[in-house]
């Protein structure tokens, strides 16, 4: 049984950084493609980044880039997203995100994802 699990989300203050990161288990994902997105209540779940199988391309969101870091440890099973500068609206649940086959990083709508986390809230206070 293929299991993501996020950790590390929390509450922290504007201007500020935390790490979110993402085990999986049931299945190694070293050659597939695996991603954030986060969702607000009443709103949608956005893509936030996505990177590689192998981890050297990724792609943001206009909203984080610059600011966040994604990236992965496939010994680990593992994929990271490292959040600098945060800002009141990044508040929001953050889910990992798993493809069963795609590798590249071009992978931004939350249909092409077919294994997910049960989310971390991550809460920036102005």
């Known amino acids: 049984q293929v299991q993501l699990v996020e950790s590390g989300g929390g509450l922290v203050q504007a201007g500020g950084s935390l790490r979110v990161s993402c085990a999986a288990s049931?299945?190694?994902?070293?050659?597939?493609?695996m991603g954030w997105f986060r969702q607000t209540p009443g709103k949608e779940r956005e893509f936030v980044a996505t990177?590689?199988?192998?981890?050297?391309?990724?792609r943001y969101a206009d909203s984080v880039k610059g600011r966040f870091t994604i990236s992965r440890d496939n010994a680990k099973n593992t994929v990271l997203l490292q959040m600098s500068s945060l800002k009141p609206e990044d508040t929001a649940v953050y889910y990992c995100?798993?493809?069963?086959?795609?590798?590249?990083?071009?992978?931004?709508?939350?249909?092409?994802?077919?294994?997910w986390g049960q989310g971390t809230q991550v809460t920036v206070s102005s």
């Open positions: 995100a798993a493809m069963k086959y795609g590798s590249s990083a071009s992978y931004l709508r939350e249909s092409d994802y077919d294994y």
């Open positions: 049931g299945r190694t994902f070293k050659t597939n493609a």
């Open positions: 990177i590689s199988s192998s981890g050297g391309s990724t």
